[in-house]
């Protein structure tokens, strides 16, 4: 198994482009979840997902979107970036239901805006 | 959702015992409370899991009073290696929203 994967590992971006990150797990977790961590800090929930089509709004959701169409793959996209987005994203994914409530982390994408 | 609160930071010596105390006054009948362990540019890796008194495993420990109000990370003989931020963190078993809280950034000195 590769885990949680995530791509890509570095990404510079200018002032309002627009990017999708990706990750993707093969264990079959219904659970996926993207946070953002600025440096120095801790995590931020940005968005999450309980199955495929289902999503919904964490903690900072403001200038991200996301979907999930099938188990394996939560793409998070930044609409227009902003220096305020620069930080290191990771994604994680988690089964629900069978007792134990460990998240599985990607590596992460460190993304800077300039 | 349960708020979670850690000391900042923490200094230890290797080979001593190392306890980190969450306070999560909220906590909610369903949640399950996790710890974990964080390295500089990794992303965050389990630790251990528990509802109520007291689970072990083969790197930590992990106590949880009767009223649930707070729970005690124990490391066993700290070595260098352990160095990193550890997370105490809530699971909020209806909505699967799950917040870190702000990590306490245990240092261990040689």
């Known amino acids: 198994n590769a885990g949680v994967t995530q791509t890509p590992k570095f990404q510079v971006l200018k002032t309002g482009q627009s990017m999708t990150l990706q990750c993707a797990q093969d264990m079959n977790h219904e659970y996926m979840s993207w946070y953002r961590q600025d440096p120095g800090m801790g995590l931020r929930l940005i968005h999450y997902?309980?199955?495929?089509?289902?999503?919904d709004q964490g903690e900072v959701p403001n200038g991200y979107n996301v979907s999930r169409s099938t188990t394996e793959d939560f793409p998070l996209r930044l609409l227009s970036a902003a220096p305020s987005q620069t930080s290191v994203y990771f994604c994680a994914s988690r089964q629900p239901g069978l007792g134990s409530y460990e998240q599985y982390f990607g590596p992460g994408t460190r993304l800077t805006v300039t | 959702l349960a708020k979670t609160t850690q000391p900042i930071s923490m200094d230890s010596y290797e080979g001593q015992e190392v306890n980190i105390t969450c306070s999560h006054n909220n906590i909610a009948t369903n949640d399950y409370i996790t710890w974990y362990q964080q390295f500089p540019s990794q992303g965050p890796r389990f630790i251990i899991q528990?509802?109520?008194t007291k689970v072990t495993n083969e790197v930590a420990s992990l106590f949880i009073p009767a009223d649930r109000k707070s729970s005690t990370l124990s490391l066993p003989r700290v070595s260098l290696s352990d160095t990193a931020v550890y997370y105490c963190?809530?699971?909020?078993?209806?909505?699967?929203?799950?917040?870190f809280g702000t990590g306490t950034r245990l240092k261990v000195l040689a």
């Open positions: 528990g509802y109520k």
């Open positions: 997902s309980v199955g495929a089509g289902i999503t």
């Open positions: 963190l809530v699971g909020d078993s209806g909505t699967y929203k799950y917040i």
